[in-house]
């Protein structure tokens, strides 16, 4: 009998693991399957994206922890691709390479003001407030108006979080410094701002309808009138929206202590202010705009207007996304690379929900097992001594049911399911590494 197919993935998020439960039912016994990340923990963006609050989500990583169990699979943390091992290390070392690294930059408006102290992506405040390590810190002393550039499902996370009374945050695993900065923040006037109309928004209802409910917030509406919107011409999802957020207007909270301004038809032209952002000039986007724009004070800004892939060395990269057909990665001129695929963010391009990286993932499974019958065997290069010559001890399975135990533990101190643990030392520690 052969010896078994070897796999390598790269990037522990949701695609790269649904990639895995997807090879090991198509194609079981006969693959011996690596997962890299470069961190100690698996779940990607289920991690350190997923909102703390949104704890029903994140319980969908005891799913996917379960393709660590199968005998073949293994987990190969602390081993960034590019960095620690090359793309051409992989292949020479593996029947098939599967890029799973999702989309770890974010795009720019390319405004006047943008690089001001004050100014900053959604993604790097996402990360802080989910204890990713590589994170900074986000100060929110003196903030007390905040601009979110963005209407999306990441905008509204953050937004929520701005608004939210921290004592119902209090209960999440966020990092225990991120709650005492939300504790003493006094944000009180949150923007959010969309360049199309609230029909055109990418928020999806549930996730509108959450923010408008925050406990205590006034919602006002600027740029917009839901009643001049013609609803019967909307899809289900956008005709949802606009209700929502009609409902939310004629039923003002009592006594708000907080307030969320959703400014539609409007784009920030400049961010305003000497050695810290104080402002937002806000232009009009619509088709003919009657007057010049408005400024919002604003002593934070957050950009939402997406997440950017981040090419791999010598790996084609267009426009975001490593080139593709259902998964096979293609040369920038479209041809063939033979024992290359592609999944998930870094695949389709940062959108959709964890469950969209299933039916990618069962694509580009497929596409691998179908190619095994054709490919080559060829001798394999041996990864682990090339790693260990140098120095590079992947962190284990075992290291990171230590984190997991180590966080739950630093929870339930506190009364809590889990207390993330962010600093790279102490993960270290744990991982026995430092
Ligand atoms: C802020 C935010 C909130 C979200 N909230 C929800 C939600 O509530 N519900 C929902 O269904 N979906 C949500 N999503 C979408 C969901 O997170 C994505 O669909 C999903 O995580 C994409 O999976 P992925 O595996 O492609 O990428 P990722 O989750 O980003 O995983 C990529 C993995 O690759 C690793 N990696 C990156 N580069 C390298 C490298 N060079 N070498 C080795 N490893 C590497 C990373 O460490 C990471 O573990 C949210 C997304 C964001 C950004």
Not at 28 to 44: E, S
Not at 154 to 170: E, F, G, M, Y
Not at 306 to 319: A, K, S, T
């Amino acid at each position: 009998m052969d010896a078994p197919r070897r796999v390598a993935i790269v990037g522990a998020g949701p695609a790269g693991l649904f990639t895995a439960a997807a090879l090991l039912a198509q194609a079981g016994d006969d693959l011996a399957i690596d997962i890299f990340d470069r961190l100690p923990t698996p779940f990607g963006l289920l991690r350190y994206g997923v909102a703390p609050d949104h704890a029903s989500i994140k319980s969908v990583a005891t799913t996917l922890a379960r393709v660590f169990e199968a005998p073949h699979v293994r987990f190969l943390g602390l081993v960034e691709c590019g960095r620690d091992v090359t793309p051409t290390q992989l292949r020479d070392a593996y029947d098939a390479v599967v890029y799973a690294v999702g989309a770890s930059d974010d795009r720019h408006l390319g405004i006047p003001g943008e690089d001001l102290p004050g100014s900053r992506s959604a993604r790097q405040f996402v990360a802080w407030y989910s204890g990713h390590p590589d994170a900074e810190p986000q100060p929110l002393a003196g903030v007390r108006n905040a601009v979110v550039v963005g209407v999306g499902n990441v905008a509204v996370d953050v937004a929520r979080i701005l608004l939210k009374d921290p004592a119902d945050l209090s209960a999440t695993d966020m990092p225990d410094a991120v709650l005492a900065e939300l504790r003493s923040a006094q944000v009180e006037h949150v923007w959010l701002v969309g360049r199309r109309g609230p029909e055109h928004a990418a928020f999806t209802t549930p996730e509108l309808r959450e923010l408008l409910d925050t406990p205590r917030i006034g919602v006002t509406l600027t740029g917009a009138d839901p009643a001049s919107i013609d609803l019967d011409a909307l899809e289900r999802h956008a005709r949802a929206n606009v209700a929502a957020i009609a409902a939310a207007l004629a039923e003002p909270a009592i006594d708000p202590v907080r307030w969320l301004h959703l400014v539609f038809w409007h784009r920030p032209a400049e961010l305003l202010g000497l050695g810290q952002v104080q402002g937002v000039l806000l232009e009009p986007t619509g088709p003919r705009p009657a007057y010049g724009g408005f400024v919002v004070p604003a002593d934070l800004v957050l950009r939402s207007i997406g997440y950017r892939g981040v090419p791999l060395p010598g790996v084609p990269f267009d426009n975001g996304r490593i080139p593709n057909l259902e998964g096979r990665v293609l040369e920038l001129d479209g041809s063939a690379r033979p024992g290359e695929y592609a999944v998930g963010w870094v695949k389709r391009g940062p959108v959709g929900l964890i469950g969209s990286n299933k039916k990618d993932a069962a694509e580009t499974a497929a596409c691998v097992v179908e190619d095994f019958e054709f490919l080559p065997r060829r001798p394999l290069a041996d990864l682990d001594s090339e790693l260990a010559a140098r120095g590079i001890r992947p962190s284990t399975l075992a290291d990171w049911r230590r984190i997991d135990a180590a966080e739950i533990d630093r929870g339930a101190i506190r009364g809590r399911e889990r207390t993330k643990i962010e600093a790279w030392h102490d993960l270290l520690d744990l991982v026995g590494n430092s």
